[in-house]
């Protein structure tokens, strides 16, 4: 279970912590790995540090399974491992988004839930229509282009760490929403990486979902214009990340017209 320092400091506060003989700390099954020093002052960028780059926190581990906190596993871990990854000789599996398969789709859904500023969206996803990044398809070779990542199960191979690295590069560059920028990643190797994404409703045989209130935790999320981001908004400028978002792109962005998004959910 990876936290952060004010977490850790909560769970010590709240449950019973047990240390072994290594110093290393358990709840229950879960052993705690406190993230230190971290790089970023946006905490959704902090939490892709050992999301996407599992294999690099722990590279003795031949295989991971990622899990969001707000699930709770209820099968053996190595049944999820023969399931998704041995049975048909898959090595890197992940859960296919419940309503959308076009990034500008979910794009559009997080401009209206506020997950990030919205006109820095816009500009992530006018940076990747220009560099040729088109709508899901059916013409496409793969179910969708936007994944859940709140499950990705690894086997950690070269090409595997180096799509994770290479997926963790875009998420440093840009927004810190991984789910625009996964099937960019995958567009970008020509069909060099293989992965299998599985239906969205198997999540429930494997976990308990917990939804938590979410409460915007930052000002950046309602921000509406760039200029916002001027004189007295330049405090909302990430210090430490999303530098691809304000350095200048060799092609006119003004002159951008996204794909129109057909909005099918509600739930976005």
């Known amino acids: 279970m990876v936290v952060d320092e004010v977490s850790l400091k909560f769970i010590k506060e709240n449950v019973t912590v047990r240390k072994d003989k290594d110093k290393g700390m358990w709840v229950g099954l879960w052993r705690l790995i406190p993230l230190k020093h971290q790089p970023y002052d946006e905490p959704r960028r902090n939490g892709k540090v050992p999301k996407i780059l599992t294999h690099r926190l722990f590279p003795q581990a031949q295989y991971s399974i ?3 906190g707000k699930m709770e596993l209820i099968v053996d871990p190595l049944l999820i491992l023969e399931r998704y990854l041995w049975r048909d000789k898959h090595t890197y599996a992940i859960a ?11 794009a559009d859904a ?4 506020k997950r990030y500023a919205r006109p820095l969206i816009d500009l992530h996803m006018k940076i990747y229509y220009s560099e040729g990044m088109e709508p899901w398809s059916l013409k496409k070779n793969t179910i969708s282009d936007v994944p859940e990542g709140a499950i990705i199960i690894r086997e950690h191979t070269a090409l595997n760490n180096l799509f994770n690295c290479l997926w963790f590069n875009e998420v440093n560059l840009f927004t810190p929403r991984d789910q625009l920028s996964f099937g960019y990643v995958v567009y970008r190797l020509k069909g060099l990486f293989k992965f299998f994404m599985f239906r969205n409703c198997e ?15 930052s000002k950046v999320e309602w921000v509406k214009s760039l200029s916002e981001f001027k004189g007295s908004g330049s405090s909302m ?11 200048p792109y060799p092609k006119n962005l003004d002159s951008v017209t996204l794909p129109q998004v057909v909005r099918t959910s509600k739930a976005g």
Do not use: A
């Open 66 to 68: 990622w899990i969001d």
């Open 96 to 106: 296919q988004h419940k309503h959308h398969r076009s990034i500008y789709e979910e």
């Open 110 to 113: 997080n401009k209206r839930r």
């Open 203 to 217: 999540y429930y045989s494997l976990f308990i979902l917990h939804p938590h209130t979410r409460e915007h935790s």
């Open 237 to 247: 400028k990430e210090s430490r990340g999303g530098f691809g978002l304000w350095t």
